[in-house]
């Protein structure tokens, strides 16, 4: 009896765990600091500036870049609307910054996701954090708190100011 327990438990922990590991992000558990989000910030301003720019001016033709998303051919949706010149720019650009760097692209807002998590079949609560332009200001996208490091549990959108229009985003949705 023993031993079918001791078998048991290993093969049911398995079993119970295995949802958790198809629709969890391994990343979720240590979203990027802060400070390390200024910082890539910084050192990189000139490169978020001109993306910043450039997703302002494709507000309507693309809601979602990412380097993995511009070399798949054919390119799809909104994508096959930009010159290969401007996707080219675009990866290089994002790829200077963090090779997986992920652009979202709206009127109120142009994000930066550099950790995201949660279902991958949009089922349950997912969140993103990253840093974001907010070329209307913030009052239309969330609420400015003074630190993110750690996530906060409510749905909701929150952003730490970095510099004008420019903010650490941490969004939770349920």
Same mark, same amino acid.
């Given at each position: 009896?023993?031993?079918?327990?001791?078998?048991?438990?290993?093969?049911?922990?398995?079993?119970?765990?295995?949802?958790?590991?198809?629709?969890?992000?391994?990343?979720?558990?240590?979203?990027?600091?802060?400070?390390?989000?200024?910082?890539?910030?910084?050192?990189?301003?000139?490169?978020?500036?001109?993306?910043?720019?450039?997703?302002?001016?494709?507000? $309507? &033709?693309?809601? =979602?870049?990412?380097?993995?998303?511009?070399?798949?051919?054919?390119? +799809?949706?909104?994508? /096959?609307?930009? *010159?290969?010149?401007?996707?080219?720019?675009?990866?290089?650009?994002?790829?200077?910054?963090?090779?997986?760097?992920?652009?979202?692209?709206?009127?109120?807002?142009?994000?930066?996701?550099?950790?995201?998590?949660?279902?991958?079949?949009?089922?349950?609560?997912?969140?993103?954090? $990253? &840093?974001?332009? =907010?070329?209307?200001?913030?009052?239309?996208?969330?609420?400015?708190? +003074?630190?993110?490091? /750690?996530?906060? *549990?409510?749905?909701?959108?929150?952003?730490?100011?970095?510099?004008?229009?420019?903010?650490?985003?941490?969004?939770?949705?349920?």
């Amino acid at each position: 009896m023993f031993v079918r327990l001791i078998r048991f438990v290993p093969t049911a922990t398995v079993i119970l765990a295995a949802p958790c590991l198809l629709w969890c992000d391994p990343v979720a558990a240590n979203p990027p600091k802060d400070a390390e989000l200024v910082s890539s910030f910084r050192s990189h301003h000139d490169a978020f500036e001109r993306l910043a720019a450039m997703g302002m001016e494709d507000t $309507g &033709i693309v809601s =979602l870049l990412s380097p993995e998303m511009l070399n798949e051919q054919p390119l +799809t949706d909104g994508r /096959k609307a930009l *010159s290969p010149e401007r996707g080219g720019e675009c990866v290089r650009l994002l790829t200077s910054i963090t090779p997986d760097l992920v652009m979202g692209i709206d009127f109120d807002r142009i994000t930066f996701s550099y950790s995201r998590g949660g279902s991958t079949l949009s089922i349950g609560p997912g969140w993103m954090k $990253g &840093i974001a332009y =907010l070329p209307h200001g913030y009052e239309r996208v969330g609420m400015v708190v +003074t630190n993110l490091d /750690k996530p906060p *549990s409510q749905d909701d959108v929150y952003l730490v100011p970095i510099q004008s229009n420019w903010y650490i985003i941490y969004v939770h949705l349920d």
